[in-house]
């Protein structure tokens, strides 16, 4: 009797086993004729009947990449890049290291900013009709200085070098003017000023043995 039950159990597993595989089969072989179909569709080039393909098979395969992926790719090449974006993270729920799915969010993401800064510019021109072109760029420059900040549009250093470079030289010193009196002077002699009022310069002493020579005291140069 027990063989009997084990055996019954035996061949349920083995059902359920045979059904499990039976339905991972029919749900592969759904998702690729929905996926086939959304891309016949798109090539017709009947985008949202290729969008609606692909968010029927999202819906029926949650747990899969692929339509998800399939459909950040329509929508990155019909240049919708949020709608891009959001399926393309939607892919990376499901598989987070899909190389397609990143590019497809960082391109995106790179072209959103430029159609941006392109919207920007076009804001700040119509404002400001009739400014000059160096107008406009210092406005559009303040503007975007205060959503990022000084030192994300110009670094610390580079504002110290700019500034270094723009400092003015010092003013060169006067040269002194030599009269033709000194050029003549030998060079490194320091011209003598008389002092005013001082008196006469002494008589010098050879004057002394010339009077002893005429019959005066011979010692008086000693004194």
């Given amino acids: 009797m027990r063989l009997i039950a084990y055996a019954i159990a035996v061949a349920a597993l083995a059902a359920c086993a045979s059904n499990s595989k039976d339905q991972a089969a029919a749900s592969a072989s759904d998702l690729a004729a929905s996926l086939e179909q959304a891309q016949a569709a798109r090539q017709a080039g009947d985008l949202p009947r290729a969008t609606t393909l692909l968010r029927d098979a999202a819906k029926s395969h949650p747990t899969d990449k692929q339509p998800w992926l399939r459909l950040a790719q329509l929508q990155f090449d019909n240049r919708d890049y949020n709608q891009a974006v959001s399926a393309a993270q939607e892919a990376l729920q499901r598989d987070a290291a899909d190389q397609t799915a990143l590019s497809i969010v960082a391109v995106s993401g790179l072209r959103l900013a430029s159609q941006s800064l392109q919207q920007l510019r076009r804001a700040n021109a119509s404002v400001q009709a009739g400014v000059s072109t160096r107008a406009e760029a210092e406005a559009l420059t303040h503007t975007i200085r205060e959503a990022l900040g000084e030192n994300v549009l110009v670094p610390a250093s580079a504002t110290a ?63």
């Fill in 161 to 223: 070098a700019s500034a270094t470079a723009s400092a003015p030289a010092p003013a060169p010193r006067p040269r002194r003017r030599v009269t033709a009196a000194a050029d003549a002077s030998p060079a490194g002699a320091t011209p003598a000023v008389a002092a005013p009022g001082s008196a006469p310069a002494a008589r010098p002493a050879a004057d002394k043995p010339a009077a002893a020579a005429r019959g005066g005291n011979p010692f008086t140069i000693l004194q």
